[in-house]
């Protein structure tokens, strides 16, 4: 049997695959927890610093859970609401500590929809599309979506697409916030993978940090997250000496000219 998610690493970035492009990468129980596997792998790996999510071939980043399996096997809707990683996608990404950029080749649908809400930067091609349809599947979302969503592309826009379950383009989906960028379907993993070496040429245990910093202050209200920016820098920014500050000074100019 092929491999259910293929792992290739070049030159500090994680490419990551979901490879099941005949099932549209459904989220079969092998598939999670083999995703498990690589995120963990992914994650203890130091010649690794940011890891680009995609899925095979070019109709779907993942149709979400495999809903054949679910009709079939007594207990299986038990997976939406699966707490632990090797069950539920959504922290299987999470529990990687380096960034995730997920490069949406084709659609993603319900648990694919909160699969790729859980990368930190989403790139979609041309022919991604997305919806949530767990409205018309009559199962209510466990890996976030219902939270996550309204957060990112306002309440109403997040209604219109879960109430409906209709799907919005790749264009819609950049207009409306949800994606940081649309590039011709071409371009997609080598566009990912340009951000992705750019992020790993940065101090990767200061981009963990960052990353950490960033997702814990936007789970907490705007006061108690600043507050806890300002701990946080007070305490990493002590340890900066001002010969540190110096000896990257050039760096940090010439990358600008570069850009």
Not at 87 to 114: D, H, M, S, W, Y
Request: charged residues 25%; neutral net charge; hydrophobic residues 50%.
């Amino acid at each position: 049997m092929d491999d259910l998610v293929l792992l290739d690493v070049a030159d500090g970035v994680a490419t990551v695959t979901l490879n099941r492009p005949g099932a549209m990468n459904a989220l079969s129980t092998a598939l999670r927890a083999r995703l498990y596997a690589v995120m963990k792998q992914v994650d203890a790996d130091n010649d690794v610093r940011a890891v680009v999510l995609t899925g095979a071939g070019e109709r779907a980043f993942t149709a979400g859970l495999d809903l054949k399996e679910l009709g079939s096997q007594a207990g299986a809707l038990g997976s939406a609401n699966a707490r632990g990683a090797d069950e539920n996608p959504v922290k299987a990404i999470e529990l990687c500590r380096k960034p995730v950029i997920g490069a949406i080749n084709g659609v993603a649908i319900t648990g694919g929809f909160e699969v790729a809400l859980a990368c930190d930067i989403l790139i979609a091609s041309e022919n991604a599309r997305f919806a949530d349809t767990h409205a018309r599947v009559g199962v209510m979302p466990g890996w976030g979506l219902s939270q996550k969503l309204s957060r990112l592309i306002g309440i109403s826009r997040a209604k219109e697409l879960s109430l409906s379950g209709n799907f919005i383009d790749a264009a819609t989906a950049e207009r409306w916030g949800l994606v940081n960028r649309v590039v011709p379907a071409g371009d997609l993993l080598a566009t990912a993978r340009k951000l992705a070496a750019d992020i790993a040429s940065a101090d990767a245990g200061f981009i963990a940090a960052y990353k950490k910093l960033i997702d814990d202050g936007f789970a907490r209200p705007f006061g108690e997250a600043m507050t806890l920016e300002h701990e946080r820098s007070s305490a990493a920014n002590r340890a900066v000496t001002p010969e540190a500050v110096e000896a990257r000074r050039a760096a940090v100019q010439a990358w600008g000219r570069s850009q």
